[in-house]
Nanobody, 121 residues
Framework: QVQLVESGGGLVQAGGSLRLSCAAS????????MGWYRQAPGKQRELVAA???????NYADSVKGRFTISRGNAKNTIDLQMDSLEPEDTAVYYC???????????????WGQGTQVTVSS
């Protein structure tokens, strides 16, 4: 089992910034990719940004140039710096991790519980 702990959501005015962090812990695993998804009311969950173990990143078109995903200082952590926030960014943000368990060499993915980001106009 892998646990994900998310932090950093909140309320901010349009044009402001927030930083989300996610830490993965648990039984021995190797990290393949970690990322953030979001789900706004009445909409499907969508990828916001992801980073692989080799450092490759992928962003939704709607956040390119405004959001930056990076590996955290601690092992198996990621940060999402969100700048120039817009009301359309309002959603519950979920951390996601794709790992390979060392014990059986199988891939698994896990989700965090979500953190609310609200951007007021």
């Amino acid at each position: 089992q892998v646990q994900l702990v998310e932090s950093g959501g909140g309320l901010v005015q349009a044009g402001g910034s927030l930083r989300l962090s996610c830490a993965a812990s648990g039984r021995m695993f190797s990290f393949n990719a970690m990322g953030w998804y979001r789900q706004a009311p009445g909409k499907q969950r969508e990828l916001v940004a992801a980073i692989t173990s080799s450092g490759n990143t992928n962003y939704a078109d709607s956040v390119k140039g405004r959001f930056t995903i990076s590996r955290g200082n601690a092992k198996n952590t990621i940060d999402l710096q969100m700048d120039s926030l817009e009301p359309e960014d309002t959603a519950v943000y979920y951390c996601h991790v794709d790992i390979t368990m060392v014990s059986n060499n199988r891939r698994y993915d896990y989700w965090g519980q979500g953190t609310q980001v609200t951007v007021s106009s």
